[in-house]
């Protein structure tokens, strides 16, 4: 009998910190619970990074998407992959200093991702924006880098 491989919306998630100039991009996983969690492969990037490779290191990181099994009771918050690859000195500081965005594949076709930025942690504002999966990657490199300038202008 054969199976269908059941497609997966993706999911990744974008860390930028003007004060570490650093660009953190977190590849994630969901476990059989449904539950979806970062990668430990993070890929660091300088802020100046250009648009074009901010949104080829994006799709590349959505493409690692899959179904893994993991057990997260046992994990801490210091183990966060994102974290752990930031210049933060504490989880605390991690969410002060960087913005996150999430990058998501609005259904299982991934046709679309919705950009959605928090201007700070548990804000109940967000900033969002919607591009194809398949734009130009200098656009969807602008268009991260514009969600997180209007994250910024939401933290004054």
């Not at 650093?22 to 539950?35: L, S, T």
């Not at 430990?40 to 074009?52: A, Y």
């Not at 099994?69 to 966060?80: A, I, P, Q």
């Not at 609005?106 to 919607?130: A, F, Q, R, W």
Request: net charge positive.
């Amino acid at each position: 009998m054969l199976f269908k491989k059941k497609k997966l919306a993706k999911h990744c998630s974008v860390y930028i910190s003007d004060k570490h100039e650093q660009i953190i991009i977190a590849p994630r996983h969901v476990n059989k619970a449904g539950i979806i969690y970062e990668q430990e492969n993070c890929k660091t990037l300088p802020i100046s990074t250009s648009f074009s490779e901010l949104g080829i290191q994006i799709i590349d990181s959505m493409n690692l998407f899959s179904l893994k099994d993991k057990n997260l009771k046992e994990t801490k918050l210091t183990d966060w992959p994102a974290f752990t690859h930031s210049k933060s000195k504490s989880v605390r500081a991690f969410e002060q200093e960087y913005i996150n965005i999430s990058m998501d594949g609005c259904n299982e076709y991934n046709l679309i991702i919705d950009i959605e930025g928090l201007p700070y942690k548990d804000s109940e504002l967000k900033v969002k924006s919607t591009i194809s999966f398949y734009a130009d990657k200098d656009e969807i490199g602008n268009r991260i880098i514009k969600v997180y300038e209007s994250c910024l202008t939401g933290k004054l």
